[in-house]
């Protein structure tokens, strides 16, 4: 590494040079960089769930739909209900809205008994105009058991209006020309968007206008942080200038190769960030010692001091941060595992900036002298980094009990992690988002969907007396247990029917008796719809039915629960020789965070074996891997054990941050063990001296690195997102416990342990003669 | 409301009409049919194909986007004999399980009266009075609208529309027989027709020879191309009073934006055959009883 370092340093303009070609060579990729919101590709195409989910959408050419809602005192007046024809036509341009598939009382297929006979047809034909005709409107939809509760609330003050979208519909442009629709016709009544596409854009564009907001406010604080710990300029600007190319880098490089920016990715910058300044902050303070200790070096001299010795322990601290990242290939969700591989190379850039921008910086910049022990402010840190080290040196054993004690705690706020992502936890309270989710699941039943699919064994098999009863068993299950809004069968179509035909019923709708009947009354609905009007409830040749269960709750342990049910229910009732499959986004939304903790679980071990692996390796001993990876296992517990009683679940950002906060907390490691065997080797020191040197270095480099992250992070914990404050409240306290615990665990492990590795000098080497390390009671003391 | 559903007039002949626009078909020659203009067109399109009675054998066949496909089978019969209230009778025969299902559908003169149709279901043994449907809606649950089926440019149909002829090319029919065709465009033009119509704007390729529709495209409100029709198999019938009338014996509607069409295929076609007047009662839809 030291050749690279003396290259760089004796030819700093040519590597700047350099650097700014690749700069901008990578940069070009920037407006290639696409963004991918489509969920359905997140789950491996072999799992069953999303083999029965396609195969189900395929069946029934499910489409991803935008619902507005209406909502006034009471729909069924002419200006309300003309607005429902107007908009239901005004829909039809709306672009990837699919002309014919738009539901609503001015479209909706209608068979309903009347006075006068059996009216058929599309249910409000014109738009009534005289009391009388706005009454015989509202009879129609009361006696009709599908658009009652589904497009008309029970209480008359909500109506819906669906349309479904052809695939690959750009949810901003749907965003946009559904909102100018709704502006043009809002008012006396409140109009509501909703839809996955509607959702997914008000997320994104909240989420994004957030970060917007507060990651360079975060920068700022960072850098403000570290402007107060070095005092110097150059302190700040040259860590800001690494850690901006290495975004460019990044960014850039995945506009070239095709990689698609995810909602996950979108936190690579905030990532480099944390990163690159610890990187960073290691080189800064290392040259600020080699000044201070030294003052006859020219700037080039100091600048190869800086890096001289970081070489190794960077070098390492990168690749087993990038093998740590990349052990996030075992989820089986792709975003997770798209976001491994970037940022495993996005840490190699990160890496290779920081230790290439800042030392040729340096060799062209005035030797600077800072003595980072004694700055005015930060004194009282220099006591409590002495005041650490001394309490692990001299009360080893207070300090690991204290350690099992939070580990013990953690452990229970382990097992209180909910996992799944809460969707109406994701937007702030009023969010337009959230009051649209909450009107349709008050009035309607919510729009989160399960659906069920029975399959009889030939064509024809659903319309048999058999299965049309055990479906509306189901449904009148479903519609019982908590949590669910709405259930639709191709069985109330059969009733709804049969009690039009069959006024002597009283109003009541059952499943006839007969197959011909049957077939019969479908036959009547079928010739009075439209082709494909309840295509989404049963196949072309009638062998398979879906029930479509919406569901008004969005807790995902609710879910869960409910999927069990439904399960539940037709493995005790399932006809003889049927099949029945579970579909619907509810059902993806489970899968995926079962693959979420089971990658996360998966993942956990993996980096941890990579850790110990790896680190095992270079110091060729065992033990060198242990003492590396306690104090990452013990950031780990405390970060999950914070989430667990903090209520932050477990979902895919949180999967990916702890995933990557392993490979920082093994860079804290990493220097530290580095520089103490630096000291050892150098010095001849035993360990509580060696410690001492270390912590005043690299434990001042961590908690530095650990602090100014931990506010910069903080000031996103003021976003409304609930995943943005997330990610904020989680990288700060993984940062803080991390860092606390590889300052203050890995004193006492070396010193309870006394392994050989941390007696010999280069990893290879062989053992110095005469350091043999002897434990003596330190008499550094904190003053 | 009145729905006026011309049922099936799309299928109908009869050379009834054939002099109200002054020239015999089957004679016109080549300059006299270059000298026609576009509206005269269309009236020689009605002209060739209508007819005051009709019967057949109709196989219709539903086939979605994925290609799942549901065939019905039905005898429909057709009273034009008062030109202002068709008279329908439709009997299906299969899937079996809608066997011997019946509607008829009596229009009425005056136009803002509903039509009176009536269901038989055997299941039911019994007739049941059901509502009539606007012209927009979907004919049986078919790609096809009532509208669809109207005579939309005849001489009724002509007095609603504009009609320009862009130009005369030559296309293969769904068969793949070539015909050369005039291109003529309609838009609905009074406000009874705008209001009514699901069209904005059709165009029609009206074969030169036998003066039938081939092909046509329907714009809806929007000003999207939303269905196509396809007309082919076009055959000669003889008529009352000596005509003979041309009638495609395959129609296919395809809907643009879901991929779903509707094949309809006449068999046992016959036209002015003369059917019984009590097959258009409810008396025989409910017994099957002259």
């Known amino acids: 590494m030291k050749w690279y370092f003396k290259a760089i340093i004796d030819w700093p303009r040519t590597t700047l040079l350099g650097l700014l070609i690749a700069t901008v060579l990578l940069g070009l990729g920037l407006p290639k960089l696409e ?56 829909l039809e341009k709306v672009d990837y809205v699919i002309p014919n598939e738009i539901t609503s009382l001015s479209t909706v297929n209608n068979v309903v008994g009347t006075d006068e006979g059996l009216a058929i047809g599309t249910l409000m034909k014109e738009v009534p105009a005289t009391p009388e005709e706005i009454a015989a409107l509202q009879r129609k939809v009361d006696g009709n058991d599908m658009i009652r509760g589904a497009l008309v609330s029970d209480d008359h003050r909500f109506t819906a209006i669906v349309a479904n979208l052809k695939d690959g519909a750009d949810q901003a442009t749907v965003y946009r020309q559904v909102y100018d629709l709704i502006r043009k016709y809002e008012g006396p009544e409140t109009l509501y968007a909703s839809g996955e596409k509607i959702f997914s ?48 880098w990044t960014l850039g490089f995945m506009g070239h190769i095709g990689l698609k920016q995810s909602v996950v990715s979108s936190m690579l910058p905030a990532l480099l960030v944390i990163i690159g300044s610890s ?19 020219s700037p080039k001299q100091a600048a190869f001091s800086a890096v001289e010795h970081l070489g190794r322990p960077l070098f390492l601290a990168g690749i087993t941060s990038s093998l740590g990242a990349m052990s996030l290939v075992v989820f089986n969700v792709l975003s997770i595992r798209e976001f491994g591989i970037i940022f495993s190379v996005a840490i190699l850039f990160s890496l290779f900036l920081c230790a290439t921008v800042i030392p040729s910086l340096l060799a062209m910049l005035k030797i600077q002298v800072r003595d980072t022990d004694n700055l005015r402010g930060t004194r009282w840190l220099t006591g409590v980094l002495q005041r650490m080290t001394w309490l692990s040196l001299n009360r080893p054993l207070l300090v690991l ?55 009889a064994p030939e064509s024809g098999g659903i319309k048999s007396p058999e299965y049309l009863r055990k479906i509306a068993e189901f449904e009148a299950f479903m519609k019982e247990q908590p949590g669910v809004g709405h259930a639709t069968s191709f069985s109330d179509v059969v009733m709804q029917v049969a009690k039009s035909l069959n006024p002597e019923w009283g109003g009541v709708g059952r499943i006839p008796d007969t197959r011909n009947e049957i077939a019969q009354y479908l036959f009547l609905y079928d010739i009075s719809g439209t082709p494909g009007d309840f295509a989404n409830l049963v196949d072309y040749d009638y062998r398979r039915a879906r029930i479509q269960v919406t569901l008004n709750t969005s807790d995902p342990d609710d879910h869960a629960r409910l999927y069990r049910q439904a399960r539940d229910f037709w493995s005790a009732n399932l006809p003889q020789g049927a099949n029945v499959e579970f579909g619907g986004d509810t059902l993806f939304w489970i899968a995926q965070s079962e693959y979420v903790v089971k990658g996360k679980v998966l993942n956990i071990i993996l980096s941890v074996c990579i850790i110990i692996f790896f680190v095992s390796l270079i110091y060729r001993a065992i033990s060198a891997g242990f003492i590396a990876v306690l104090p990452v296992v013990m950031g780990g517990l405390v970060t999950f054990g914070v989430m667990g009683f903090a209520g932050i679940r477990l979902d895919i950002a949180a999967a990916c941050i702890s995933g990557v906060m392993a490979g920082i907390g093994i860079d804290f490691s990493l220097h530290y063990l580095d520089r103490l065997r630096v000291h050892r080797r150098e010095n001849n020191s035993d360990i509580p001296e060696a410690c001492h040197k270390t912590q005043m270095l690299v434990g001042r480099s961590i908690i530095y690195d650990a602090i100014t992250n931990a506010v910069g992070f903080f000031v996103v914990t003021a976003s409304g997102f609930v995943v943005v404050k997330n990610f904020g409240y989680l990288l700060a306290i993984s940062m803080m416990a991390t860092s606390i615990s590889v300052v ?12 050989r590795f941390a007696s010999r000098g280069t990893a290879g080497e062989t053992t110095e003669p005469g350091i043999a390390p002897e434990r003596t009671e330190t008499a550094m003391a904190p003053q | 409301m009145k729905s ?21 078909l089957s004679d016109m020659t080549e300059a006299e049919k270059e000298a026609l203009s576009p509206r005269e067109v269309m009236l020689a399109n009605e002209a060739s194909r209508k007819s005051i009675t009709e019967q057949s054998n109709m196989k219709m066949t539903l086939t979605n986007a994925r290609g799942d496909k549901r065939v019905r089978d039905v005898l429909m019969l057709i009273d034009d004999s008062n030109q202002l209230a068709r008279k329908t009778y439709l009997e299906f025969s299969s899937p079996r399980d809608v066997k011997d299902v019946r509607i008829l559908t009596l229009e009425k003169e005056e136009i803002t009266e509903d039509d009176d149709r009536w269901l038989y279901l055997p299941a039911l043994k019994r007739v049941r009075r059901i509502s009539a449907s606007n012209k927009s809606e979907s004919f049986m649950g ?102 003979t009338v041309w009638r495609p014996m395959r129609i296919e509607m395809t809907t643009q934006a879901t991929g779903h069409k509707t094949t309809v295929l006449l068999n046992d076609f016959k036209v002015d055959e003369g059917i019984p007047e009590n097959v258009f009662t409810r008396s025989y839809v409910a017994n099957q009883q002259l």
Request: hydrophobic content about 40%.
């Open chain 1, 35 to 90: 963004i991918r919101n489509n969920s359905d590709s997140e789950l491996p195409e072999s799992d069953p769930i999303v083999a029965t989910k396609e195969r189900i959408d395929e069946i029934f050419g499910d489409k991803s739909a935008i619902l507005i809602g209406i909502e006034t005192d009471n729909i069924y007046n002419t200006d309300t209900l003309q607005k429902v024809a107007d908009l239901s036509l005004e």
């Open chain 1, 201 to 248: 854009e008000e997320i994104d564009s909240g989420v994004q206008a957030d970060s917007n907001l507060l990651t360079p406010l975060s920068l700022l604080m960072i850098m403000a942080v570290l402007y107060f710990f070095l005092r110097s300029p150059r302190g700040v600007a040259l860590p800001w200038l690494s850690i901006v190319i290495s975004i460019v």
């Open chain 1, 279 to 297: 990187f960073s902050i290691h080189i800064m303070l290392h040259y600020y010692a080699a000044t201070r200790d030294n003052g006859s070096l």
């Open chain 1, 401 to 455: 009990t204290a350690f099992a004690l939070v580990a013990t705690l953690s452990v229970f706020g382990i097992q209180r992690i909910e996992t799944g992502l809460d969707v109406a936890s994701i937007f702030p309270d009023g969010h337009r988002g959230k009051v649209s989710l909450d009107k349709f699941g008050d009035n309607l039943g919510g729009v989160r969907v399960l659906s069920v699919m029975v399959e």
């Open chain 1, 744 to 755: 203050l665990l890995v004193p006492v492990l070396l010193l309870l342990t006394k392994p």
């Open chain 2, 4 to 24: 006026r559903i011309g049922i099936l007039s799309l299928l109908l002949g009869a050379c009834s009409q054939a002099m109200a626009i002054g020239i015999e």
């Open chain 2, 142 to 243: 078919t790609d096809f609208s009532y509208e669809d089926f109207e005579i939309a440019d005849g001489v009724v149909g002509s007095k609603n529309h504009e009609y320009t002829l862009l130009r005369e090319e030559t296309i293969e029919d769904a068969l793949g027989v070539e015909k050369h065709c005039w291109v003529i465009e309609a838009i609905p033009v009074t406000e009874h027709q705008i209001r009514e119509s699901e069209n904005s704007k059709r165009i029609i390729w009206v074969d030169q020879e036998h003066f039938a529709a081939i092909q046509e495209h329907y714009f809806n409100k929007n000003g999207e191309l939303f269905k196509i029709r396809t007309s082919s198999d076009v055959r000669p019938y003889p008529a009352e009073g000596g005509k």
